[in-house]
């Protein structure tokens, strides 16, 4: 992969600002030298004011390696692996984000939340359609694509009335979906249902290695207590709770590959 590509996926993925690409740049063309912040400064004309706070971002996504002597000397050996490297610091730091709403979540006082436990998929479903309707945007996770093509079931059906939904009022959908093989979306079936829902402009569907535990919709989240389709789910109605969720949501989302790419 050539540079103007790495440079790409180092702002999109990872949000590197101008100067900190130009970093990684400069040492990624000098691979057996190292350097100190000053000379790194004075190379690429950055400010003097900045140049620490800027390799202190690349050194906690571990884009360089430091050397902690006076003073320190930073270097970078192998883009690969420091690239390999971020991708698992980034990980780790929406983990921890979602471990955190989950035990927020178990330390407020139930009496202050409008709480249920949904068994049955029709309930979920016509829940779930009642959010949707009243919403602007939506978001959704699924564990694998194999939903999209499953056989005639009454889950397919209240899956299908919500889309219908989201697709006649208009409401804006992020929908993350994992799985260990891109080879999933490769599917005949799989590609034509995703290219059918895709044309719509107010529909983005993502694939990540980290799936979302919950779906949020307004001020509802909506929590899946197994990786398992289906129930049993955990409904909770509360606004404070619903925008923090929708953070640790769009933090995976905005990380995740456009599937668009995958079956284009």
Same mark, same amino acid.
Do not use: H, M, Q, W
């Given at each position: 992969m050539r540079m103007g590509e790495i440079n790409k996926v180092l702002k999109s993925e990872f949000h590197l600002s101008n100067s900190e690409i130009l970093i990684v740049n400069h040492l990624v063309e000098n691979p057996n030298k190292k350097f100190s912040a000053e000379e790194i400064c004075e190379t690429l004309k950055l400010?003097?004011?900045?140049? +620490?706070?800027?390799?202190?971002?690349?050194?906690? =996504?571990?884009?360089? =390696? /430091?050397?902690?002597?006076t003073p320190k000397l930073y270097c970078i050996d192998n883009l690969k692996q420091c690239i390999e490297s971020a991708f698992d610091t980034e990980e780790k730091s929406l983990l921890e984000k979602e471990r955190k709403i989950m035990s927020e979540l178990r330390s407020m006082n139930k009496k202050q939340l409008d709480i249920k436990i949904i068994a049955s998929d029709e309930e979920l479903y016509l829940i779930r359609q009642k959010e949707v309707m009243?919403?602007?945007? +939506?978001? &959704?996770?699924?564990?694998?694509? +194999?939903?999209?093509?499953?056989? %005639?079931?009454?889950?397919?059906k209240y899956r299908q009335n919500v889309l219908d939904t989201i697709i006649e009022d208009n409401v804006d959908l992020k929908w993350v979906i994992t799985s260990d093989k891109l080879s999933d979306f490769k599917i005949p079936r /799989?590609? &034509?249902?995703?290219?059918?829902?895709?044309?719509?402009?107010?529909?983005?569907?993502?694939?990540?290695? @980290?799936?979302?535990?919950?779906? /949020?919709?307004?001020? #509802?989240?909506?929590?899946?207590t197994t990786h398992a389709t289906g129930g049993p789910y955990i409904f909770i109605r509360?606004? %404070?709770? #619903? %925008?923090?969720? #929708?953070? /640790?949501?769009?933090?995976?989302?905005?990380? #995740?590959?456009?599937?668009?790419? @995958?079956?284009?």
């Open positions: 400010p003097k004011g900045k140049i +620490y706070d800027l390799l202190n971002v690349l050194e906690d =996504k571990n884009f360089v =390696k /430091v050397e902690y002597k009243r919403c602007k945007e +939506y978001r &959704k996770s699924s564990f694998n694509p +194999y939903i999209l093509i499953e056989d %005639e079931t009454p889950r397919r /799989v590609v &034509k249902i995703l290219k059918d829902i895709l044309k719509y402009d107010n529909i983005d569907i993502r694939l990540s290695k @980290i799936i979302p535990s919950f779906d /949020v919709c307004n001020d #509802a989240v909506f929590i899946r509360s606004k %404070e709770f #619903a %925008e923090e969720s #929708a953070k /640790v949501f769009d933090n995976i989302f905005n990380n #995740a590959y456009s599937i668009k790419k @995958i079956i284009k």
